[in-house]
């Protein structure tokens, strides 16, 4: 039997929500990664340090017992964060970074800037403490076009952007297209991207396959086949730029299926066997250790985690929900065969 064994990894973009939310999908991270950044975009959003505390203390309030689980965390900037409130970022040992929401872009991003020409103080201050800034990518100028929003966003925000703060450290989350990955493998150090397993597995004609499928609608869109295979080529090319970091998106499935569906994809139930998925197809499963468990840790300047899991290749269907509260959660690929399975170290041979 194919087995392989990698350093545990981290997700360096998760969304693990609040209250029965968090306690329903907490554990699928936990069993899989050593370490998560939690995205900050609750309701009411964690902008402050205090409140990244709290919700670092629910976070492990929520995970099963004896979890070797450690949660870092964003803030949510907005046009008012303090520039103080970096410097208290900076100086705890959990918010590694500040997350960039581009106001009405994504799910509960009302909150976000609409102009980073405004958070000129914030910025100046990160750079100075050398916290990270991490950037939904997309423009939300109604005038421009879904698929376009991401070239955009780098054109109008991102290149203005690595030009006045050149010693910022940025990662563009989830990036989706060929120009996307083709600025970041170019634009010098400080600058790295995060990938999804939707993106890398699918292009944008699964949305549509036989039907609209809203399980399938997240933000960034999923793109054209020749933006995923370039997407494929930047995750196991062996640039250190690029590493894992899932966005599993939790909605109960009555907010996806509905007349205005909300953006999201959940991964977590599944979150590094997906990415042994795409290693395997392209013929690289050698390099999903760096991808998964190094070149993020590097870029973020924290220790690579100690001790391994387990993949093995064994079929096994994805089902077709997990209980979400009083609601339903439809995972990525639901009722699918998955190739690979991680094997649990307690039921291992
Ligand atoms: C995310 C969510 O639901 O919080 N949704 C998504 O489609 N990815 C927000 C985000 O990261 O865009
Ligand atoms: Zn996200």
């Known amino acids: 039997m194919q087995t392989i064994s990698i350093t545990r990894p981290d997700d360096w973009h998760l969304h693990l929500r609040d209250g029965a939310g968090l306690a329903a999908v907490a554990g699928f991270s ?9 995205m900050p975009n609750l309701q009411p959003p964690v902008t402050t340090v205090a409140l990244a505390a709290a919700y670092r203390a ?19 900037l907005t046009e008012t964060t303090a520039a103080d409130e970096i410097d208290r970022a900076a100086a705890s040992d959990f918010v590694v970074g500040v997350k960039c929401y581009p106001a009405g872009a994504t799910t509960h991003a009302e909150a976000g800037v609409t102009s980073l020409e405004r958070c ?9 403490c050398d916290l990270v800034l991490q950037l939904h990518g997309e423009a ?4 421009v076009d879904p698929y376009d929003r991401e070239s ?3 054109e109008r925000e991102l290149v203005p952007l690595r030009r006045r703060y050149p010693r910022l450290r940025v990662v563009l989350e989830h990036v989706t297209t060929r120009a996307g990955v083709d600025f970041v493998r170019d634009g010098g150090p400080g600058l790295a991207a995060t990938l999804t397993p939707q993106h890398l597995l699918l292009n944008r004609g699964a949305l549509f396959a036989g039907g609209l499928r809203p399980h399938l609608y997240c933000l960034p869109l999923l793109k054209r086949e020749r933006d995923r295979e370039a997407l494929v080529e930047a995750a196991t090319g062996g640039d250190p730029r690029f590493f894992l970091g899932t966005d599993s998106a939790p909605h109960a499935r009555t907010a996806k299926e509905s007349a205005c569906g909300c953006a999201g994809v959940f991964s977590a139930h599944a979150g590094i ?8 197809r392209a013929g690289r499963l050698e390099r999903l250790d760096a991808f998964a468990s190094a ?14 899991i387990t993949l093995v290749r064994e079929p096994w269907t994805v089902p077709a929900h997990y209980p979400f509260g009083t609601d339903q959660l439809v995972p990525f ?17």
Do not use: K
Request: overall charge neutral; charged content about 25%; aromatic content about 10%.
């Open 273 to 280: 066997e997906l990415y042994a998925e795409v290693f395997a």
């Open 58 to 76: 629910r976070i492990r309030a929520a995970l099963p017992p004896g979890a070797d689980f450690t949660p870092l965390l964003a803030l949510y």
């Open 30 to 38: 936990a069993r899989r990664f050593a370490r998560v950044l939690a």
């Open 152 to 154: 955009v966003f780098i």
């Open 295 to 308: 070149h993020g840790a590097d870029f973020y300047r924290v220790p690579r985690n100690r001790g391994s």
């Open 333 to 349: 690929g639901a009722g699918t065969t998955l190739e690979w399975r991680l094997l649990d170290p307690e039921t291992g041979p």
């Open 120 to 128: 000129r103080a914030v910025l100046e201050r990160m750079e100075e």
């Open 140 to 143: 939300t100028d109604p005038a």
